[in-house]
C-alpha cells in the first residue's frame, strides 16, 4: 500500500463514469479544508479498536452505514428530513436518473442505500460530515481507500480471467484475492466507521446545516 498508493492527493479523475467522477471530485475538493478529523484512519484500529471491529463486522449487512448516515444526519444535516438519495454527490445515472430526486426524508430509502451500498453508503456519510465541519483528509486515508479499490478491481479481473478461461488453478487464485480484497475493504471500513464515531463525539455543536451535496448554481433573472 505505502509504495504503490501515493499519500499526494489525486490531481484529477480519470473516469467518464459521471457518479464516480461527482464522488471523487467532491473528495479532491476537501483537501484544502482548515479542519482535521478527530481521529484519522490510519489510527483508529489502536486508538478506538472496540469502535473499529465493531464497525468491519456489521459493515457488511448495512448496519454501519445506515447508523453513520442516520448519525451525520440527526446531529450536523438537519436530521432525516433532509435525507437524499446519495445525499447528492451521485450526478446523473443512467438512463437520465437523478439520485437526488429519489427518496427525500425516507427512513427507508436510507435502509435501502445502506443496505444494497453498504460501502458506498458509509463513504458518503464520511464525506457529508467533511463538508459541513470543513474537514480534510489524512495522507494515509488517500492511500486506504486507493488500496482497497485496487485490490477489488484486481479481484473482479481475475474472477473474469477465471471464468473465460474454466482454469482451476486460475480459479482458485481468483477465489484468494477476492477474500484479501474482501478482508481490506472491510478493514477500510471500519476504519471509517471509527472515524465518523470519533467525530461525533468530537464535534457537539452542530455547525450550519447543509442538507446535501454540491448543487449548482442556477441564473436567474
Request: proline residues 7%; glycine residues 8%; negative net charge.
Amino acid at each position: 500500500m505505502a509504495c504503490m498508493c501515493p499519500g499526494e492527493k489525486p490531481t484529477e479523475v480519470k473516469t467518464k463514469n459521471k457518479s464516480k467522477a461527482g464522488l471523487s471530485n467532491a473528495l479532491i475538493g476537501m483537501d484544502g479544508n482548515p479542519n482535521e478529523f478527530a481521529l484519522p484512519m490510519k489510527e483508529a484500529p489502536c486508538k478506538s479498536c472496540p469502535c473499529c471491529c465493531a464497525s468491519l463486522l456489521c459493515a457488511p449487512c448495512g448496519c454501519t452505514a445506515c447508523w453513520a448516515r442516520k448519525a451525520v444526519l440527526e446531529q450536523f444535516g438537519g436530521g432525516m428530513d433532509n435525507y437524499r438519495c446519495c445525499q447528492g454527490y451521485v450526478g446523473t445515472c443512467c438512463c437520465c436518473i437523478h439520485p437526488a430526486e429519489y427518496c427525500e426524508g425516507s427512513a427507508v430509502g436510507l435502509y435501502i442505500e445502506g443496505c444494497c451500498f453498504p460501502i458506498f453508503s458509509l463513504s458518503i456519510a464520511r464525506l457529508h460530515m467533511m463538508q459541513i465541519l470543513n474537514l480534510r483528509p489524512d495522507p494515509c486515508d488517500y492511500q486506504l481507500i486507493q488500496c482497497s479499490n485496487f485490490l477489488q478491481c484486481l479481484s473482479c479481473i481475475c474472477d473474469l480471467a477465471a471464468c473465460i478461461t474454466r482454469n482451476e488453478q486460475l480459479h482458485q487464485l481468483a477465489e484468494v484475492v477476492d477474500c484479501i480484497a474482501d478482508c481490506v475493504t472491510l478493514s477500510v471500513a471500519g476504519c471509517m466507521g471509527a472515524q465518523v464515531k470519533a467525530q461525533l463525539n468530537a464535534s457537539p455543536q452542530a455547525p450550519p446545516v447543509i442538507a446535501g451535496g454540491p448543487v449548482p448554481a442556477v441564473m436567474e433573472r
